[in-house]
């Protein structure tokens, strides 16, 4: 008998968990296929067999997950269309490797940590999109492999940031704020042209819905660099941009310790 089996995920929030799910049920000659509802964190496998055999799998990840329920498969789930999704996934990933270099640079110009570790934040995405797309076709091991070697990447550049923030704070910076909220709004309209070209498979592609929700929290992250620069404008103070900029550094570390839990 062919199941449906329903798991809730508590932790899986963005593409790089929605990843490696598939990555540990690809092995797995039983399963047919997936549903994944980020809005419910929830994944649905169609399967041969017990749904225990699933959720072994599932445990070691560290999301939470749990049986919901298991009942007999009825119909197929819905098919995504992999060239359209590539071809998203292809544009999602030049924004964020431009708005990387982008950041990046006039972070260090501008003295703000801030704009440094939201710059890592956009390769993280960038090298999110660029897996996704290598995986296409490829064996599950090199999926695995391109995986770690990004999220290896991520971590030493997250540990940078951190150490970026830390000598600013002994050494001390003077952020040029206008600059700050002035790339902080580019990344912030790259962030919602992202969100723009995802807003249609919002409901349907798997990665590229997973993708939507990360692109609308990344946009929340140059948000915070945006007051973080009015703040340092009327206070004077450097606090606000090394409290971001450390913020946003955490939140790419812990990116980074997800994917290398696989």
């Known amino acids: 008998m062919i199941s449906e089996s329903t798991f809730v995920v508590p932790k899986m929030d963005c593409p790089s968990e929605e990843r490696m799910i598939r990555m540990a049920l690809e092995p797995l000659d039983e399963v047919e296929g997936m549903r994944f509802d980020l809005d419910e964190r929830t994944v649905a496998v169609v399967h041969r067999g017990s749904a225990q055999s699933v959720l072994a799998l599932l445990e070691p990840l560290g999301f939470g997950a ?20 590539a071809r998203v996934l292809r544009q999602l ?69 951190m150490a970026e923030v830390g000598r600013r704070a002994l050494v ?11 790339i902080a709004t580019i990344a912030l309209v790259a962030n919602l042209a992202c969100v723009a070209l995802l807003a249609r498979h ?13 692109s609308t929290n990344d946009a929340l992250a140059n948000i915070g660099v945006i007051i973080a620069g ?16 450390a913020a946003v550094g955490l939140l790419v570390l812990s990116g980074a310790i997800r994917i290398l839990r696989l």
């Open 93 to 161: 990933l030049v924004i964020n490797a431009v708005m990387f270099v982008v950041e990046l640079g006039f972070g260090f110009w501008a003295q703000s940590t801030g704009l440094i570790a939201d710059s890592l934040d956009m390769l993280a995405d960038a090298l999110v999109y660029g897996v996704s797309l290598y995986a296409v076709g490829r064996a599950v091991a090199d999926q695995k492999r391109a995986a770690r070697a990004s999220g290896w990447l991520q971590m030493l550049l997250a540990l940078g940031a």
């Open 202 to 214: 919002r409901k349907g592609g798997v990665h590229l819905k997973a993708s939507w929700i990360f």
């Open 230 to 245: 009015l703040l340092v404008l009327f206070t004077g103070s450097a606090v606000p941009d090394l409290v971001v900029g």
């Open 172 to 182: 001390g910076s003077e952020p040029v704020e206008m600059m700050m909220i002035g």
């Open 66 to 85: 749990r049986l919901e329920k298991s009942v007999e498969a009825v119909g197929d789930l819905p098919t995504e269309d992999p060239v359209a999704e």
